[in-house]
């Protein structure tokens, strides 16, 4: 067996790489990408400096070898082998941590920014290699151009999606206004894959849909929320008291299949069922200033009418945060199966090679200090449904949410919200023979 050794020049890259190591991991990085960070932003590192030299010798062993002996000489610049060391590393930590190289770093922030565009739909990453389609909004290019739920797309413009996080996926899929994406699609209804070329365009797709908005048997209330926007809460807002005008006893907020967004909109939606400054969700991490507190704001106040909320295994994030605190504060009572369990906050922090590290640096807890991430939030009443159930479910939501009984061909039944209904009315009936 031969023995390797690192010359004198890789000692000296190790220690120049381990400074900036120590200096990365001694402060933490602004939450914006460039920002300066402060000195009262200093944390205590997770090793001490002996383990982290240690290892990072081993890892420029590693280089140097391959950089010798491997195959493809091609493949094993210091580059190359960095940019996959990184991969890795923030790959083990957990789903939402990742490396961004400078292209795909320039496309998120062009992404945040609102430069690039999608096509409308509702995915999700499988274990495996692809992204699995919830469904398409209803009239987005992605609905026109014939993708449908239960579809799995395993390459964007040729590229497979091996080994690459959601939002690395979804920045792939977006792209400027008026340009094209080809979809590489597999059906379970077709022996060869489909390819999909899509036209990317701006989709506006509102949080409580036009036909979102219905009264039920028992005067009860139902509003579809499909993404927390940031019109999500007025316009919860306005169908209550639409609703509320029509005499209705009880609400039911459909949840379901919603993917989350922005914070704030949560806090909106919560704000109308609960008191002026009672706690709707806080945060955890390692920092002083990742441990925060969000309190409900004032607004119009529904206190007392009866709610409930239906979840999925798709309802995410802003969607675990609202029905978390509603039932925490026994607002509301939760039907339907166990959320997806997206709780955590991510910090994007360039670097110098124009790249950017995206990693958790709190995780969100409800009032009663239920962890979200990786846990979901479990309804009081379970009913799962099969994936099949599921996404024809999801075709129903997007083409004509509300609806209990089958009205086509290739309708189901939606027991989830049949028994909402239910308890909904056991609700009401209750109260009134309370008084």
Not at 47 to 53: I, K, R, S, T
Not at 248 to 260: C, F, K, Y
Not at 316 to 330: K, W
């Amino acid at each position: 067996m031969r023995t390797f050794t690192v010359v004198a020049n890789w000692k000296k890259i190790v220690c120049a790489v381990l400074t900036c190591l120590m200096a990365c991991t001694a402060i933490a990085p602004a939450a914006a990408a460039g920002q300066a960070v402060t000195a009262g932003q200093l944390v205590k590192p997770a090793d001490n400096d002996n383990a982290a030299y240690e290892s990072m010798l081993v890892l420029v062993t590693v280089m140097k070898i391959l950089q010798r002996y491997y195959v493809d000489p091609g493949r094993v610049s210091s580059k190359q082998l960095l940019s996959g060391a990184l991969k890795g590393m923030l790959h083990e930590l957990d789903p939402y941590s990742s490396y961004e190289p400078a292209g795909v770093y320039r496309k998120t922030t062009e992404r945040f920014n609102g430069s690039l565009v999608g096509v409308g739909v509702l995915i999700y990453k499988t274990k495996k290699s692809g992204l699995k389609v919830i469904t398409p909004f209803s009239g987005s290019p992605a609905a026109q151009a014939g993708i449908k739920p239960g579809d799995l797309i395993i390459e964007i413009n040729g590229n497979k999606l091996n080994g690459l996080t959601l939002e690395q996926c979804m920045a792939m899929i977006k792209g400027p206004k008026g340009s094209e994406v080809t979809l590489k699609v597999i059906r379970k209804t077709k022996n060869e894959p489909l390819y999909f070329t899509v036209k990317r365009a701006v989709f506006k797709n509102s949080p409580v849909p036009y036909n979102g908005i219905k009264m039920l048997p028992g005067k009860v209330g139902y509003i579809r929320l499909s993404v927390f926007s940031a019109a999500a809460g007025p316009a919860i807002g306005n169908a209550v008291k639409k609703l509320k005008a029509e005499g209705a006893r009880a609400l039911i907020i459909d949840l379901r299949n919603n993917p989350g967004g922005l914070l704030q909109a949560a806090l909106g939606v919560c704000s109308y069922f609960l008191n002026t400054g009672e706690l709707v969700i806080f945060t955890e991490g390692r920092e002083k200033n990742s441990c925060q507190k969000f309190y409900a704001a004032k607004s119009r106040k529904y206190l007392e009418i009866p709610l409930v909320i239906l979840i999925n295994c798709y309802s995410a994030s802003a969607s675990e945060i609202v029905a978390g605190c509603l039932r925490d504060h026994n607002r509301a009572v939760l039907v339907g199966s166990k959320s997806f369990g997206k709780g955590s906050v991510q910090r994007l922090h360039k670097l110098s090679n124009d790249g950017a590290i995206r990693f958790t640096i709190a995780k969100y807890f409800t009032p009663n200090r239920k962890v979200i991430h990786g846990a979901g939030i479990k309804p009081d009443i379970n009913i799962k449904l099969p994936l099949k159930q599921r996404l024809m479910l999801a075709r129903q939501l997007t083409r004509n949410p509300g609806q209990l009984e089958p009205e086509g061909k290739h309708d189901i039944a939606d027991v989830q919200l049949q028994r909402a209904l239910q308890l909904a009315n056991g609700i009401v009936k209750f109260r009134d023979n309370q008084q």
